[in-house]
């Protein structure tokens, strides 16, 4: 039973939970009536949300004293109330729904209050109000979203979720290397974080600049935005070749980010453990960045075509070169050891960093691989796909660009080698 202050905590949380939906309800009517110039009626504000929770929450309290039925009796006449304002609103210009059934929303965040669902209920309220703040951008993604990536999505959320769930999670294969849940798993994870590049650049235009480009191409896959903005650079001349090296090298800096939350999903002792090392390249990307961001000479548009990361033949590929990796990994350490997982840590930052990754991760989580053994393998594949991507942009950038990106691209290998050195002594 909750104290009379508990109750008066709940309450007043309950209020600030339908102040904030108000207040963002009012401001949002005022700007349409600001852009439409129509007398758009507001059927509920600052003023009414905070009512319409507080009452959910007195009937949270009722039903919680054993008279269960205020709950349904509560709803039902704040439905009532939403219903005849709709048919009041419906007569004029304004269509919309959402204001009314945002009240029976504030009601239940209201009777979760009372019933000691606080945390949840808060927490529903604010993505409910930050999903109604950000009309525009939603309503303008909706509208440039092509219809060949409605459909990929829509597969990639299917095999996710049916799939995912149906498939054995134990081992297969020699050395019981292949498990077919951790492998779809990695799939969905990793695909993940290409769709959160992917659907950025559609939401700020990625393609419109090189910054942005390497932010994007860190996140779905710096090798591509290497490549992309290499090609680029051959072309565009030597005044821009600074320009293009701040690109390739913010998607390289980012790649040591998502090797650490790659790492941290997995095993959190073990990303607490590489936090130090891999701090060092890292802070060493970001303050070279910044130089080149400073001393950049031209603001002439660029652009990466990024395939949609959201095909599903992709996410298969990418299944299939993880399983790969992951065997290979484990024999390797099998019949060798630590010098096993280092010489496969080298072929790995040769083809896919992120698949080598969580297995190194995987295998220090299940106490196969010592945490050392595993930061530092980790770490010398972050260091040979440096050199990889070093490599890609003096052979296809030209002259110019080689001459900016290899002592860059030099100091951030080294860093890596150094601090895989300390991690592995």
């Known amino acids: 039973m909750l104290t009379y202050t508990q109750i008066a905590f709940n309450g007043a949380m309950a209020l600030l939970m339908g102040l904030l939906i108000g207040l963002e309800r009012e401001h949002s009517i005022g700007l349409e009536r600001e852009h439409s110039q129509k007398d758009i009626p507001l059927i509920a504000g600052v003023r009414t949300f905070p009512l319409i929770t507080l009452f959910g929450f007195l009937c949270g309290l009722a039903a919680k004293a054993g008279w269960g039925w205020m ?167 030597e005044s821009l070749a600074r320009y293009f090296a701040l690109g390739i090298t913010i998607a390289s800096t980012i790649m040591f980010v998502r090797v650490f939350v790659i790492t941290a999903v997995i095993d959190g002792p073990l990303a607490r453990a590489l936090t130090l090392p891999i701090a060092l390249p890292f802070i060493m990307g970001v303050g070279i960045s910044i130089y080149l961001w400073k001393r950049k000479e031209s603001e002439r548009d660029a652009a990466l075509h990024v395939k949609n990361p959201m095909e599903l033949w992709s996410a298969i590929k990418f299944g299939l070169m993880f399983a790969l990796v992951m065997f290979v990994s484990k024999a390797g350490y099998h019949y060798f050891g630590s010098s096993g997982m280092y010489v496969t840590g080298v072929l790995a930052g040769l083809v896919d960093l992120d698949a080598f990754t969580i297995s190194a991760a995987h295998l220090a989580h299940d106490s196969i691989l010592a945490p050392d053994t595993a930061n530092a393998s980790i770490l010398l594949a972050c260091a040979t796909n440096t050199l990889v991507k070093g490599g890609i942009a003096v052979v296809l950038g030209g002259r110019p660009l080689s001459k900016v990106i290899i002592p860059i691209f030099a100091t951030l290998a080294l860093a890596s080698l150094i601090v895989c050195v300390w991690v592995a002594r």
């Open 71 to 237: 709950l349904p009796v509560g709803l039902a006449g704040v439905c009532a109330l939403a219903v005849a304002a709709y048919m009041v609103r419906s007569q004029g210009p304004y269509k919309g729904t959402t204001t009314e059934f945002m009240a029976l929303l504030a009601f239940v965040f209201g009777a979760l209050a009372a019933l000691g669902y606080l945390i949840p209920a808060a927490t529903f309220a604010v993505v409910a109000t930050l999903l109604l703040s950000v009309k525009a951008p939603l309503h303008h993604l909706a509208e440039s979203i092509q219809e060949g990536e409605l459909y990929a999505i829509l597969k990639f959320g299917v095999v996710s979720v049916i799939i995912l769930p149906l498939l054995p999670n134990r081992a297969f294969g020699p050395l019981q290397a292949l498990n077919p849940r951790l492998i779809w798993w990695v799939v969905v994870l990793i695909s993940g974080l290409s769709m959160v590049g992917y659907v950025l650049m559609r939401f700020l235009g990625a393609r419109q600049g090189i910054a942005v480009t390497g932010i994007v191409g860190g996140i779905a896959s710096s090798t591509a935005a290497t490549f992309g903005l290499s090609n680029q650079a051959r072309s565009a001349g």
